[in-house]
Each structure stands twice: as C-alpha cells, then as structure tokens.
C-alpha cells in the first residue's frame, strides 16, 4: 500500500506543479489593451463553448451513469462518474491556463524566441502535468479506497469492473471533446481560410474576418483541451487495463497481486517526476526550436530509464524472481494449464521475473522514442516526404493532393512495424502482462508528450493574436517559427496515442476472453479466424473508423459551409468591416460553430457504443450466444487493424500536408503567393480535418469500442 | 464428366460470340482518312505497351515458373502457365478489339445515339465473354486433363495444386498487367490534363496536346486490358477455390466429388449463355443509357436464376439429398469430427442439401445486384454522393476533396453490410462450400460485368477520336453522355470484384487451414485472436493495401510529372504546336509513359509475392513454426479486411469525384469554367490514381498473398 501512497504523491506534485507553473505563467506581462481585449474575446469563446460541450455531454453521461447504476452497481458507476469528471477537468484547465497563455506568449515573443517559446512551453507543461497527475491521482485514490478502506482483494471483481468503468467514463467523455472540439476548431479554421484568405484576399487572422476569433477560439478547445481529454483517457485506459490483466490473469496471493498492481502506479508516478525535470531542460541554447523541446524530452526519457529500474527494485524486491509461473497459465506454452475450458483461447501470460517486466518498459521507451522520430520524418519540412508534397504542389492542387494522399498511405508502414516488433518482443519477454507493461511505460511519458502538444495551440494562437493586435512583423515572425514546430509536435501525439492503442489492444482482447471465461465458464467461443463470425465481426470491427471518419469529414466540411455563409452575410449586411471602420460580430460565427460542432459530435460519437452492444445481439439472435461473443470479440480487434492505419494515415498526412504549406512559405517553390503556394493551401486544407477532427478521435473510438465490450460482458452476467 | 464437356462447350461458345462480334463490330465503318490515321497511333501505341509489358512480365513469368517447376513439379508448372497465358490473352484480345471499336463508335455516333451504344457495347461484350469464355476453358479442359486422360482422383493432391497454380498464374500476371496499365493510363491522363487544361489552356483531347494519344492509349492498356486480366483472374481464382474447397473439405465418393467439383464449371456455363442473351437485350428504348445498360445486366442476372437452378438439377439430381454430411466435419457444429488436432480451428464445412447450395448461388446474385445498385448510388449523379461533392466544389478546392474523401470512407459501409449478410447467410445454409459458391455465382455473371465496364474506354476513346478529328459537336455531345455512365460502369466492376474477394476470403483461408492439417498433421497451430501472432499477421496484412497504395499513388505522380515535363519541352522545341502549324510527337510521350509505368510496376507487384514468405521466415526463426504457420494465416485475413476498405474507398471515390465534376460540366454549380469546375477538376484529378490504379489492383493483390501462402504451404512440404 505504501506504493500507492508514494503514486499519489507523485500525482499531487503533478498538480502542484500545474499550480506552480501557472501561477509564474499568470504573473508575465498581459501586453497591451488592444491584445488583451483579443485575448478576452477568445477566451470568452472559448469557455462559452466548453461551457455547453460539457453540459451537453452531461446529459449524456448521465443517462449512462444511470445505465450503468441499474446493471453494474453503485461502484462502477462511481467510477465511471470519477473517470467522466476528471476527463472533463483536465480539458477545461488546459483550455483555461491556455487562453491566458497565448497573449503572454505573444507579448513575450515581442523581446525574444526564447521569451515565448518558454511562456509557452510552460503553459503546456501546466496541461500536460495536470493529464497525468489527474490520472494517476484517479486511479491511484480509487484503487487504495476499494482495497483500503473497502477492504477488498486486489483481483476482486468489482475492483476490475470499478477500473473498467473509470476507464470508461474518461473514454466517453474524451470522444465527444476530441469530436466536439475538433469539429469546432477545423469548422472555424477552413470556413475562415476560405471566405477570408481566398475569396476575401485578406490574410490570415486578419481582424477584419468575422471568423477569426472563432478559429483562435477553435485551437484552444480542439487541440488543447480535445487533445487533453485525449490523453487523460489514453492514460487512465492503459494503466486501467495493465492493473486489470494481473488481476485477471495473474494466480498469486493477495500481497503479491497488490504489488504487482501498484507497479504500474508507481512507473506513472516517478515518470511525472522525471517529466517535470524534463521541462527545464527546454532550452534553446543556440539550436533549433525542435531542438530545444527534444532535449526536454529525452532527459524526462532517459531520467525514466533508471527511474523506472529503481521503482521496479522497489516495488518487486528481487527482479530475478519469478512471477506468475506456479499459477494460471502454463509457462512454456501459454496455453491454458487447466481443461475446463479446452477449446477457450490461451491467454499469454506465461511466467516471467521482474527483469522481464523491467525490459517490457524498455521496449514501450524505445517505441515511443521510434514513434516521435517517424513522425517528425514524416511531418517535419526537412525531410523527403514533406519535401516531395511541397515539389509535387509546383503542377498544380491535384499533384498535390495526390502527393499527400500517397505520404499519408506510405506513413503508416513503419509505425506499424514498431509496434509488431515491440509486441513480439515484449510478448516474449513477458507475455500479454509484457505488452500491457510495454504500453503502461509508453503512457508514463504522457506528461512530456502532451506538454509538447499543448504548446502548440499557444503558438497559433499567439501569432493570431500579433497579427489582429498589430505587433510588428518580427514578433509574427518568431510566433510562426514556434508554431511550425508545434505542427509536428502535435502530430507526435497523435501518433504516440494511436501506437499506444495498438499496443493495448491486444491486452483489452485478453480481459476480454479472460471476462468471458469467468462469466460464462460453460460457454466454448471459438475464436479462430476460421469462424466466420470472427471474419463478421473483423469486417464490421474495421468498417467503425471509417464510417466515423466519413462523419467527422462531413461534419467539418458542413459546419465550414455554415462559416461561409455567415461570414459572406456579415460583409453584405456591414461593408464597413471590410474598410476597416466597423468591428464584425465575432460572436455570432462563435455562436454558429458552437451549435454546429455540438450538434455534429452526438451521433458519431455514440457510433463505438451502440455498434459493439447492437452486433452482439443481432449474432446472438441469428447464431447463438457463442457466435455474438466470437463476433463481439473480433470487432474489438477489427477495430484496432483498421483505426490503426486510418488513424496513421490520417494524422501524418495532414501534418505533412500543413508543413509543406508551411515549407513554400519559407520561400521555397515561388514562395507565398506563387501558384504551389495556392496548391499547398488546398493540400493543408484537406489535411486539417484529416489530421485534427477524424484522425485522432478514432483513438478514443478503439478504446470505447473495447470498453463496451467489457461492459456488457458484465452486464449480461447479471453485475456483481 | 459430362458436365464438364457441356461447361466446355459453354466456353467455346463464348470465344464463338467473340469472334462473331468482332466481326459485326469490324464490318462497321471506320470514319474518315483522318479519324483512321488517330485511331491508328492509338493502336500502336497501345501494341506498343503491351508488347513491352506482356515482354517484362515474361521475364519474372520464367523465373517463377522455373522456381515452380523446382518446388511443386511439371504438373502445377503447366497450370501457371496456362493461367498466366491466358490472362495475357483476354487482356490482350480485349485491347485490341477496343483499339478498333473506339473510331467506329465516334462514327456510328455521328448517326445517332443508339449507333454509338451499340458498337461500344459490342466491343465491350466481346471483352466480357473471352474473360468469362477463356477462363471457363482454362479451368475446365485443365481439370478434363488432369481427371480423364491423367486418370486422377478428383481430390488428388495435384489437383488441388496444379488448380493452385493456374490460379496464381492469372493472378500474377494480371496485378502487373493492372498495375502497369493504371500507371500509364492515369500517368498520361493527369499529365496531359494538367499541361494541357492547366497551363496551356486549350481543352481536352485537343491534337495540339502531345500526351493526347498517350492518354487514350491508356484507356485501352489500362481500362480495357488491365481491367479484363484482373477480371480474368478473379474468375478463374473464384472457380478454382469453390473446387479446391470442394476437394479437400468434403468426404465423398469420387463419382460424388466429380459431379460436386463440375457444378462450378457448369453454372459458369450456363451464366455465359444468359449473359450474351442478355448483351442483345442492350437497347436505348426511348430510356437512357443506364437504363438500356441494366435491360441487358438485369436479363441476364434474371435468366441465370433457372439456368443455375436446372444446372444444379441436372448435376446434383435430387436437389434435397444431404451432401457432405457423413464426412469429415460434425454437421451440426462444424467442429472436426476428428479429435487429431484438436487444438486446429474448425472448418465450417456442415452438411448440407443441393438444394442449400442453389440458395448460396441466389444470395450471390443477390449480392450481385446490391452492389451494382449501391455502386450507382455512391457514383450516379442522381443522388446524394456526387451532388454533395459538387455542392462543395463551389466553396474551393479543399472543400471539394474533403467532401470527396469523406464520401469516399462512408462509401465502404453498405457494401460490407451486404457481404457480412451474404457470409452470415450462406455460411448458415452450407458452411464454407456455401459461400465459396455465393462467390462462384456473383462470378458467372462476369461476362456481363465485364462487358458493361469495357463499353467505357472504348466511349471514352471515341469522344476523344471526335475531338481531335474535329467532328461536329453533336458527335461529342453523344460520346460524352455514353462516357458518363461510363465511369459508372467501371466503377461497378471494381466493387464487383473486391466484393467477391470479401467473399472468397473466408474460403481461400478455409484452404489453407485444411492444407496446413494435411501437410503438417502434428503441428498444432493456434489461429485464435488471442495468439499475438496472429495480431502480428493481421497487422501486417492490414499494412499491405496501404503500401501498396502509397506506391501505386506515388507512381502515377511521378511519372504524371515526367509526362508535364516532356509536353513543356514539346512545347518550347516546338512553338508551331500550339499554333496548330506542326504535329507533336505524340510516339515520344507514348513511348516515356511506357517507359515509366513498366519500370514503376516492379517493385508494387512483388510485395504481395515477397511479404507473405517473408513474414513466414521471419516469425519461425523468432517463434518457431507454428506461430509462422499463424501469422501468415492472419496475414491472409488482414489483407482482405483492410484491403477490401481500401479499395472500395478508392473506387467509389474516385468515381464520385469524376461524375461530380461531369454534373457540374452538365451545367450546375456554375457549369464549366466556373471556379466550381476548377475545383471539380482538382477532385477529379485526385480521383484518377485513386479509382483506376491504386484501388483496383488491390483486388489482385489480395488473391496472390492467399495463394502464394498455399504454394508456400505445398513447396515448404515438398511438393507433391
């Protein structure tokens, strides 16, 4: 138990941090009147829309939370309730320290790259500390309350379905943020881009845009606190679900399982410890803006290494011991020791020591390593891939678009191999628990990564607010090299968050059999790909990222038309905004984009829901119970083959697409203005609900999938 | 063995109906002095390419005949080559009988609509049964061959591979001829679009153009023969594994197994006959093109009901007799009757009635027709789809590509709706046997299919024979509307064939499932979700479709920006082009695009051939064989379950992006000129490598994988 005290700890120096941080954030000059009264208005917005996302999603979460009280009990639904306010929280403050950040940076940009690059960067600290903090802090204090207090074992039921469904809150309610926000942030994005820099002729975040408060308003509640929500679930569903598997998959005795649980507890926490020293090391010290963030980051990684060695000593007492190897599962071969259930799956938990564990987490370091490297090839202008999209825009927008559409297929190749490579590896190492430990130690680093991400919108916003507030150029200038960066950090966590899901699907499919062996132990579901309700469930599994995505795309590509419209009315009604004598009405497009992106988020989101429960029961009816879990089971997996690619390719292509444009602007290929800059507008266009809306909203999608699952199997057994 | 010689007959009539339609079509007149002399650059062209690319792929053909012959013996060595042959052959004949139908349907049109349908519908249709009628004899005189003179048994174990490898002879030959075909013709398409359109400014199929001849040499290599080896290919894979399946799943008498494996052949047969009953039913009517088109694919669809019905009564004899049921497998569970390998997956192969199997081929046909329905839908300009993306080109080029690719990913859901029901449903009636024969009667309908597809290169090319010989508007106007249903039919063929795919999928693993049991009986290989090696396998199965996608994208671009670079200098060399004063050298660009799609086709076109032995190698040496065996196996499923999104995606897409901008040249959204038709032509663009390179040479690929894991399978054994 002591372990979970010191994971707490380390959670409330993430907050404490956060508060901190804030506070040196908060005390940096405000710039001027003129910028202020931007900021305000951006903020505003910004909270005016959360304000109703949440309400909206709590209405939502409350019919479930109802749900989940009739079938699963009073703890479940606590957890789901812990796990669905934290989630909303940890958005709300990332978009809350962000608003205020973004004026600081731009007034801080005024001095130096490195005054706003620190501002900035700090800001997105503060979000990225709290993400884990917050999670570790939930899961941490449930765990200690239904073992303490409750006085529950470890590998109690109702502490798996309690995590399950604290998992499941954080998913939930991360899906609508990520679609609400994303739909929100590239609505106002594209329809401003389109009716002001090309049918207007203005510039970008020119004051005179009815729209342009709107798309600064979008950054923070999209890529901010959307990406934060994100993140928030990706962490609590990761440890959730390696504290799960021992518990399920794992024969020890109590003391035994309680220190196995809190391993993952207690890798999250010295992780936060060693990502908050990270974020000193940001530093530009004569190299590059990518430069300064990556020393951030691999100190906090490498600071991990022996961090988490020592944790493990701690935690486990001698490494060489091994776990797990008298108990459920045969060693050798994986298979099942026991008969009852001959024709059930093998669950690979074989035996393995604590330096196996300790290697797992190597592997999940040296993934997430791999991952950002591949994604800053893939998305960064100095490489082939961004470089070619930017050549192939010199014959014009189709070559473009072509281009980005084959970098978009082609960056999903290696990503892919990582993680099979890693799978294999820690697999071998350790078996299923080896995976779900290779993913916990990838999450660990959750803190660091977000922090990266959410500088990103501080940027953007930073530079909008220079431009609407008349800065001098210089400052637009050292505000659009910070941002450039941020393109590529953001797709770095877009594909660290899918990565992860990869890794983890594989552990979520064996609580899943392994559930379904305990509830219904008389029940033989074959599993093999040779049923053809695995094949159903497989098809129709992959097809749920697609239709999502399909809805996402249209979503966006609607709201923007709405933007269009609104923005074209405000210049015929008021000429004057186009002179310059008369302000436009920046809260009426904000009103127009809030409804639209709320209005749109519902149905797509409830899609990974109502999809695993409908499937179930429809094979069930036509083909038995067996067949309704074979399927179930397989469309937990199909989901995961296809969302994986979809989300790769989504994500990387719009990040290349975005810095190709970014790249013409630097002066290469005829520079702004030229007819490839008008093509690399086209290609950005199209990648930014690729890459910000569809993209990474498939990753909450995988993890609610699979989370239903679960909780129907539970459900269907009559609760606890 | 009766029924064999009737499916014979069937198929000589087929090449019959060829001939004596060639006939009819090149008794018609050939235009004018100058028609004839554009007509005839086309056709050296096209003679050109197909004789460097049929020159090329004979290269790797030897090689890999001489491996075969070294591995499985002379027997499979002869039925590679025959495959191989003749898929060159009905690519070949059906390219040339298009070089010839395209000046006369420009002439015909002259007269009238009607003239113009029925001569491209003619030559299409010629295409249509040599596919259907040379892959009928193929498989049918090989299988005489093999179980008459030869003496065999009908489940002999050469059979079963020499049917194999003819199969992976026609595959293999048809991905490069698809591939390379798609590569010249989208390459000289963009090109030519884009210096002509684009930069020069002057209109389509313009004889100034020096890609213009290039570009209607690709209709005829790319649309007309790629496309007839592809189909090719998917014929004779579809019959050949309803066969194969039949031999190792069912326990029978050789008289029963005889009668069992010719039922294929002679649905085949009697499907050929309606289907060039239905070629004459093709007539306007007073209704539209579609409308003429569906009289003929729907009398044909119709007729084949009591055609397939007598046939099976007439093989079968008492429809209600149980067949397969005393066999190998447990009727009621489909579990293996057999405890040897208890731990290997169950084959779904239960028992049934003839009676059974005659409602799986009713649920192809239903199948059949859903998708051509829901091919329209997605692709019609009547509906939603198309006019949505033209809806969207108003507000720009990104509008426009995000509508489209959105339209694109929900294009997917319905057609796998439908075959996740035809799987459910025929699997319920007959097991495996029952949707290997769902897919064999989807296929009886190829020639049909395949003639409404090849009708479009030929209208294609006679609009652009009308332009350039300058014949009057009306001639063109009348090319132009039959080019239109055009795109939809080509869309049509390609859902057609990845749907089969979805399909036999199941059936082709179930082979391999079988195979892996009688090749490795004491190897227990476990291919449930659950080993993380067949996570590994569907991986990088799933990865397949995307690289293969992104080489095939990256293609068309690069040679598309040769094609630019190469009419530019014609230009500048040459400045009496544009006045119209001197002719380009139109054999020069031919020639670079020949150059480009060979050399570019290589590389793509061995993945599907390398990866699967590869994987194989590579996870026994880390895991051992049995893990090998289960990867490659879930290797063969994640190809078909992303790769069927992929090209479905891809095709629809695509066809959606050129109709929308066909609506919009019809003169809505602005009609053309228009920014809205800029736009629509930026999709269009888009759509070209998506539709006609990338997305149907999937369906290819995915058959080698499968097949080339059955050869695999049979070599690694030692052949026979």
């Not at 994971?7 to 804030?22: D, E, K, P, Q």
């Not at 479940?76 to 909303?88: E, H, N």
């Not at 269009?564 to 009604?573: K, L, T, Y």
Request: proline share 3%; net charge negative; with cysteine.
């Amino acid at each position: 138990m002591t372990t979970v005290y010191l994971a707490m700890i380390c959670g409330v120096i993430a907050v404490l941090y956060g508060i901190f941080t804030s506070a040196q954030v908060l005390r940096q000059p405000a710039g001027d009147a003129r910028m202020q009264d931007i900021a305000a208005a951006i903020q505003e917005g910004a909270k005016a829309y959360l304000g109703r996302q949440y309400t909206t999603i709590a209405i939502v979460g409350v019919v479930v939370a109802g749900v989940l009280a009739l079938t699963l009990g009073l703890i479940s639904t606590v957890g789901f309730v812990i796990g669905a306010v934290l989630s909303g929280v940890a958005g709300y403050v990332g978009m809350n320290i962000s608003v205020r950040a973004n004026v600081r940076t731009a007034e801080a940009a005024r001095t130096s790259l490195q005054g706003g690059l620190t501002t900035a960067f700090r800001s997105g600290a503060v979000t990225g500390m709290l993400v884990a903090g917050l999670g570790l802090l939930s899961i941490a204090s449930f765990f200690w309350y239904l073992t303490g207090p409750s006085g529950l074992a470890p590998n109690d039921r109702v502490i798996v379905e309690a995590l399950t469904a604290l998992a499941f809150g954080a998913s939930l309610i991360s899906i609508f943020a990520r679609l609400g926000g994303g739909i929100f942030t590239k609505a106002a994005d594209v329809g401003a881009d389109l009716v002001g820099k090309v049918e207007a002729g203005i510039p970008e975040d020119d004051p005179r845009n009815p729209a342009v408060i709107a798309d600064n308003v979008g950054d923070n509640v999209g890529d901010c606190a959307g990406m934060a929500a994100d993140l928030f679930e990706t962490y609590v569903v990761t440890l959730g679900v390696t504290m799960i598997s021992i518990a399920l998959l794992i024969q020890a005795d109590a003391a035994e399982l309680m220190r196995l649980m809190s391993l993952p507890l207690i890798v999250g926490g010295v992780c936060i410890v060693t990502s908050i020293i990270g974020t000193y090391m940001v530093r530009l010290g004569g190299g590059s803006i990518m430069g300064a963030l990556y020393k951030g980051f691999f100190t906090a990684t490498i600071l991990s290494i022996p961090a988490i060695y020592v944790a493990s000593v701690y935690v486990l007492g001698d490494l060489n011991a091994t776990i797990g190897g008298a108990g459920f599962l045969d060693a050798g071969t994986g298979a099942l020791a026991t008969d009852v259930v001959a024709a059930a799956p093998a669950e690979g938990a074989a035996s393995f020591t604590g330096m196996d564990l300790f290697w797992c987490m190597m592997v999940g370091l040296v993934v997430t390593g791999l991952l950002v490297w591949i994604t800053e090839y893939y998305t960064g202008t100095n490489h082939r891939p961004v470089r070619s999209i930017a050549k192939a825009s010199e014959t014009g927008h189709g070559t473009n678009v072509i281009q980005g559409l084959a970098i978009s297929l082609e960056a999903t190749a290696l990503p892919t191999l990582v993680i099979v490579v890693a799978v294999i590896a820690s697999y071998q190492l350790a078996g299923i628990i080896g995976i779900a430990f290779a993913a916990t130690a990838m999450l660990a680093q959750a803190g660091m990564v977000v922090a990266l991400d959410a500088y990103g919108p501080v940027t953007d916003n930073a530079g909008g607010i220079a431009e609407m507030a008349g800065l001098p150029d210089e400052v637009r200038e050292r505000t659009d090299a910070l941002d450039a960066v941020g393109n590529t950090t953001k797709a770095v966590t877009k594909g660290y968050a899918i990565g992860s899901a990869g890794l983890a699907a594989l552990v979520l499919f064996g609580a899943y059999t392994t559930d379904l062996r305990t509830y219904f132990p008389d029940l033989t579901v074959d599993f093999s790909l040779s049923n053809p309700y695995v094949i159903v469930g497989l098809l129709l599994g992959a097809l749920l990222p697609y239709l999502f995505g399909a809805f996402g795309m249209t979503a966006v590509g609607r709201a923007a038309g709405a933007v269009v419209e609104e923005v074209r009315g405000q210049f015929r009604d008021n000429p004057g905004i186009m002179l310059g004598t008369s302000r436009p009405d920046y809260g009426r497009t904000v009103d127009l984009v809030t409804r639209a992106a709320i209005k749109e988020m519902i149905v797509p989101s409830l899609l990974p829901v109502a999809s695993p429960i409908a499937l179930y029961f429809i094979i069930t009816a036509v083909a038995g119970q067996a067949s309704g879990f074979a399927a179930l089971g397989a469309m937990l997996l199909g989901v995961i083959v296809s969302g994986l690619f979809v989300a790769l390719s989504m994500t990387s292509g719009g990040g290349a697409w975005d810095n190709a444009k970014k790249y013409i602007e630097d002066g290469n290929h005829g520079g702004k203005g030229s007819e490839a800059h008008k093509a690399a507008v086209t290609g950005d266009t199209v990648g930014d609900p690729y890459k910000d809306t569809a993209g990474p909203a498939v990753n909450p999608m995988i993890k609610i999938t699979n989370i239903v699952a679960l909780l129907l199997l539970a459900a269907l057994a009559g609760g606890v």
